[in-house]
């Protein structure tokens, strides 16, 4: 296909999707696009719980990636929806998580794939490649992070150093729930457990709060970026919002379900398989620091610092993704 390097590829539809039945009472949507004898890729969504964003398709060539993206457990396409409180998340862990791409690649006769994701995609990625090495062909990860709790405190706590009003509302809004003063909601774990239980409410009022109120902060994290959207969590369209807010609020104040530090210890894991992480110099929401501890633990990754973004990108950040998919599809 004729391209203008940099640009993303033009917008194509999927040419084959579905509802895969994973357990649980669980369907996991999934999209196939592209060429279907090309390369295989799997796109890994963040948040957790952001669902699939149709322009990634376009970061692929459409001639030579046979592409497939997937919205992972109660959140886009997938059902049941975590904005419907009455939706159980018991069963939506990093390890169903995990459990849920093998069983998506041996539905669609995948043998290995390249992976694609950054922010929280990124930390199942590493998951999931420490698990299945023979499995991934390659690895680009825009946004790197690996969810240890001391980058869940940064993002929660830390961050109020730079956002102090901010973080007072933030901590304020979790201070609603009946269990969680405004004492103890200084600890991040307990600052999450309240806002997990407040977006379970059966009130939507408290629910909707509490949703607006975890975006008005990390909107706030990210808000001295110079590129991206002002807004790019408050501007999800309600339902999509609150499944977002719901589904990251269990994961956090779980810590993900991982050992801390284990995907950096476990980087031995990743030996022969090549990479290329991209990562902006001014992201606050997951600083460059776990991006360099992780490249110097995988000898095949290749890190690429952004001098002009942050966490929501750049046009810089999007022609180095661009290039490396490029790259990895010959």
């Known amino acids: 296909?004729?391209?203008?390097?940099?640009?993303?590829?033009?917008?194509?539809?999927?040419?084959?999707?579905?509802?895969?039945?994973?357990?649980?009472?669980?369907?996991?949507?999934?999209?196939?696009?592209?060429?279907?004898?090309?390369?295989?890729?799997?796109?890994?969504?963040?948040?957790p719980g952001s669902g699939c964003n149709p322009r990634v398709r376009q970061y692929f060539d459409p001639d030579r990636y046979r592409v497939?993206?997937?919205?992972?457990?109660?959140?886009?396409?997938?059902?049941?929806?975590?904005?419907?409180?009455?939706?159980?998340?018991?069963?939506?862990?990093?390890?169903?998580?995990?459990?849920?791409?093998?069983?998506?690649?041996?539905?669609?006769?995948?043998?290995?794939?390249?992976?694609?994701g950054g922010s929280w995609g990124s930390t199942l990625i590493l998951a999931y490649a420490e698990r299945h090495p023979q499995r991934v062909s390659e690895i680009v990860i825009p946004s790197v992070t690996t969810t240890r709790r001391s980058e869940i405190d940064w993002l929660y706590r830390g961050a109020g150093q730079i956002f102090p009003e901010a973080w007072a509302r933030f901590r304020a809004g979790a201070a609603t729930d009946a269990t969680a003063s405004t004492a103890s909601s200084a600890d991040t774990p307990t600052l999450l457990a309240a806002y997990a239980?407040?977006?379970?409410?059966?009130?939507?009022?408290?629910?909707?709060?509490?949703?607006?109120?975890?975006?008005?902060?990390?909107?706030?994290?990210?808000?001295?970026?110079?590129?991206?959207?002002?807004?790019?969590?408050?501007?999800?369209?309600?339902?999509?919002?609150q499944a977002l807010v719901r589904i990251c609020a269990h994961y956090f104040s779980h810590g993900a379900w991982l050992e801390e530090g284990a995907l950096l210890r476990g980087a031995g894991q990743l030996a022969g398989i090549p990479?290329?992480?991209?990562?902006?110099?001014?992201?606050?929401?997951?600083?460059?620091?776990?991006?360099?501890?992780?490249?110097?633990?995988?000898?095949?990754?290749?890190l690429i610092v952004v001098e002009d973004a942050g966490h929501k990108g750049s046009a810089t950040m999007r022609r180095e993704v661009l290039a490396a998919l490029d790259a990895f599809a010959t």
């Open 1 to 47: 296909m004729d391209h203008e390097p940099g640009e993303l590829y033009p917008p194509i539809e999927p040419y084959d999707h579905g509802l895969l039945d994973v357990g649980d009472g669980n369907l996991v949507h999934w999209e196939v696009c592209g060429n279907p004898d090309g390369k295989p890729a799997l796109v890994v969504h963040g948040g």
């Open 68 to 116: 497939v993206l997937f919205d992972q457990r109660n959140c886009g396409r997938s059902t049941p929806h975590a904005s419907d409180p009455a939706a159980d998340l018991r069963h939506n862990t990093t390890g169903h998580l995990l459990a849920d791409m093998e069983r998506l690649r041996t539905h669609l006769a995948i043998d290995k794939w390249l992976l694609f």
């Open 275 to 302: 990479a290329v992480l991209i990562h902006g110099r001014h992201d606050l929401g997951g600083p460059l620091g776990t991006a360099w501890d992780l490249a110097a633990a995988w000898p095949d990754a290749r």
């Open 197 to 241: 239980r407040l977006t379970e409410s059966p009130d939507p009022a408290v629910r909707a709060r509490a949703t607006a109120d975890w975006c008005a902060w990390e909107d706030a994290v990210l808000s001295q970026e110079p590129h991206g959207s002002p807004d790019p969590y408050s501007g999800r369209p309600p339902a999509a919002r």
